[in-house]
């Protein structure tokens, strides 16, 4: 109700999108950051002509239905992005805002422009408090998005009360001091203001606006407007009728009058907006052929034509060169060999591009001075960078990658999962991945980062044990497009693995049979990344004491786990023998592999600081604790 007028001014007024095609690729972004204020949003879908019926707003929060209580990501009825988790809906904005700029910058021509829309956010106090919202609008302001229009709902009002005793904040000078155009004092509830304030937005080109609105929480309601009771709770009765009182409604409940809904509607507006579009996107394409099939392609989604060819041909020629490397070069070096043929990979670093080696060699910079570039120095904002990893890759036109170390994925942990949720492609590369690091010491050691992130559903978490597993990794992450990705990398150098070509190819199934006794195993030991090694080596020795020894490498527990039973009872057979996992991190994910007999080799505590062989060593990842804990496994 407090931010229903600026709404309306800015869906009526300005909102450039087609209520019939909500999948137009040109039109404006609208994120509601405050997404606890969703039944906004169902209205306005409801009122502008969106699929989407009265008796769905009737059914709220109800099993179900698409109106939730927070909305997931919902394109039809003209939700971009979940918003649920404060301060993330204005990063994903950033996002989508970045998007917007740097595929304008690489496809739009003089006299072909296609490429041209805002992103609006509406966010509240909760956005502002929430850090993230500092180290996204920092950076939007580096960057010069001029596209971005933030509007600021100052109700002075979070759930525990009036602000003033948790936010006071200067919240415009903390913006200019971002570098953000600022207009101040508007009042939310003139449309008159508001439309001048937008205006005053759209005008800024070079940096983004805010647009800060005093507004009323729960306006309208005349007992309860301005306090926090009306956040989340329903008015009731009496203080609904108070309302309607109060601002004249004399309609029955979810009623909407001929005239209204025929003001509202945006169906014809829109699809002259998105035809006005397409006559310049055929105007283009009659100029700039290949430019614009590629525009096409990349906004579908689509891969280039040979892509499963080059990147068969690209994971052989790893393969052939047999290179022992960690596998956060190894990641570099697949990035090398993708990344020719994949314009749509965007990636970074927050602060760790030397670290993670996430700058291959066709990259170029994205920064204010040059939009077309592909790679953003994120700078020391790892749930920033996830989540304008998200936006990047719901605005579309984009896989987006960035890097951080491991053990700092906690810091983006929410975006994490809000990418897992949302069924969105991003791909992470987070690499130091283990004690294996070394002398940075326990503050940097993950432990219980891989067991975390595997519990995260639809998450799909690779460690991969050298350049080939490495590559398949990236493959895997490229090519999935209903999640993200976390790749898990290495510091320090791991051993190159001869495998066959079908090897190769089983690879990409997350857990195959690497090294084989003749005859049932009656041991299988099972590892992922640097293990996989220390496996070989103790399978070897056992094989030489007579013991039938399988060897799995099990990269990607998820998509393993996602095979056939057929294939999973081939790898893990169910005929008695013991069973060995082992990882350098904490052992939690592992006993559903192992079974009753089975045992499970990791970390049960902390790291230390010492050079990285050595804690190998102190923790018991070595050769000879392999074999030694086998022999247990085994009875013998
Ligand atoms: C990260 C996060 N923390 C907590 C919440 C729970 N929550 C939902 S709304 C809200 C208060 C938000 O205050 P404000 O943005 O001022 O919203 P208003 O009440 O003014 O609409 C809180 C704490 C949440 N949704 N996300
Ligand atoms: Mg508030």
């Avoid at 009042?187 to 647009?211: F, K, M, N, Y």
């Avoid at 891989?450 to 519990?455: F, Q, Y």
């Avoid at 060995?580 to 904490?586: K, Q, R, T």
Wanted: aromatic fraction near 8%.
């Amino acid at each position: 109700m407090g931010m229903a007028d600026i709404a309306e001014v800015l869906w009526n007024d300005f909102l450039r999108h087609n209520p019939a095609n909500p999948h137009w690729c040109d039109r404006d972004r609208f994120v509601l950051s405050n997404g606890h204020g969703s039944m906004l949003i169902y209205a306005l879908a409801y009122l502008s002509g969106y699929p989407i019926e009265i008796d769905e707003l009737r059914q709220f929060r109800q099993l179900g239905q698409r109106t939730a209580g927070h909305p997931e990501r919902e394109l039809e009825i003209a939700i971009e992005t979940t918003t649920g988790p404060l301060g993330q809906g204005i990063a994903n904005a950033v996002g989508m805002a970045l998007a917007e700029k740097v595929l304008a910058a690489t496809f739009n021509r003089p006299g072909g422009t296609i490429v041209d829309h805002h992103t609006y956010v509406f966010l509240g106090d909760g956005c502002l408090m929430e850090g993230i919202s500092h180290e996204a609008c920092s950076l939007a302001g580096t960057l010069g998005l001029g596209k971005l229009i933030g509007v600021y709902d100052d109700n002075a009002v979070s759930i525990d009360g009036p602000t003033d005793g948790w936010f006071t904040d200067d919240t415009p000078a903390r913006f200019r001091a971002y570098g953000w155009h600022v207009v101040e004092d508007v009042d939310g509830h003139d449309p008159v203001a508001v439309i001048s304030a937008l205006d005053a937005a759209r005008a800024q080109t070079d940096r983004p606006s805010l647009i800060c609105c005093k507004t009323l929480i729960g306006w309208g309601a005349p007992n309860k407007q301005g306090t926090a009771d009306t956040h989340g709770a329903p008015l009731g009765p009496d203080e609904v009728a108070a309302t309607r009182t109060q601002i004249g409604w004399e309609h029955e409940p979810f009623v909407i009058p001929g005239e209204l809904r025929d003001a509202w509607d945006a169906r014809d507006r829109g699809a002259a907006l998105e035809a006005e579009w397409q006559t310049r996107f055929d105007a283009y394409a009659e100029q700039w052929p290949d430019l614009a099939q590629e525009f096409q392609r990349r906004a579908s989604g689509a891969f280039p034509g040979d892509w499963g060819d080059l990147a068969d041909a690209a994971i052989r020629e790893i393969a052939a060169e047999g290179k022992d490397m960690a596998t956060r070069k190894a990641s570099l070096r697949a990035l090398e060999a993708f990344a020719p043929h994949l314009p749509e990979l965007i990636g970074g670093s927050a602060d760790l591009t030397g670290s993670n080696n996430t700058l291959h060699s066709g990259s170029t910079v994205m920064d204010a001075n040059n939009a077309a570039g592909n790679y953003i120095y994120f700078g020391v904002r790892e749930f920033a960078m996830a989540a304008l990893l998200n936006g990047l890759a719901l605005h579309g036109g984009f896989i987006p990658y960035g890097g951080t170390f491991l053990v700092f994925s906690d810091y983006a942990r929410n975006a994490l999962r809000m990418a897992a949720l949302m069924r969105i492609r991003s791909i992470l590369v987070l690499t130091h991945d283990s004690i294996g690091l070394g002398e940075d010491g326990p503050t940097h050691q993950p432990i219980e980062h891989l067991s975390s992130l595997r519990a995260m559903p639809n998450m799909a978490v690779w460690r991969p044990c050298d350049a080939v597993e490495t590559a398949v990794a990236w493959r895997s992450a490229v090519e999935r497009d209903d999640g993200p990705t976390s790749l898990i990398l290495t510091r320090q150098g791991l051993a190159h693995v001869d495998r066959t070509d079908d090897q190769i190819d089983l690879a990409a199934k997350g857990g195959y049979i690497l090294l084989d006794s003749d005859g049932d195993p009656e041991l299988i030991l099972m590892a992922t990344g640097s293990e996989v090694g220390l496996v070989l080596g103790a399978a070897r020795t056992l094989m030489s004491e007579g013991v039938r020894v399988r060897v799995v490498s099990m990269p990607c527990t998820e998509v393993f786990d996602a095979q056939p039973q057929a294939y999973r009872s081939h790898v893990l057979p169910d005929n008695g023998a013991a069973r060995l996992a082992i990882e350098a991190g904490a052992r939690d994910c592992w006993w559903r592999y192992v079974g009753g007999r089975g045992d499970v080799l990791g970390m049960t505590s902390f790291g230390q600081s010492a050079p990285g062989k050595a804690l190998m060593e102190h923790f018991g990842f070595t050769v000879e604790a392999v074999a030694e804990a086998a022999r247990r496994v085994l009875g013998r």
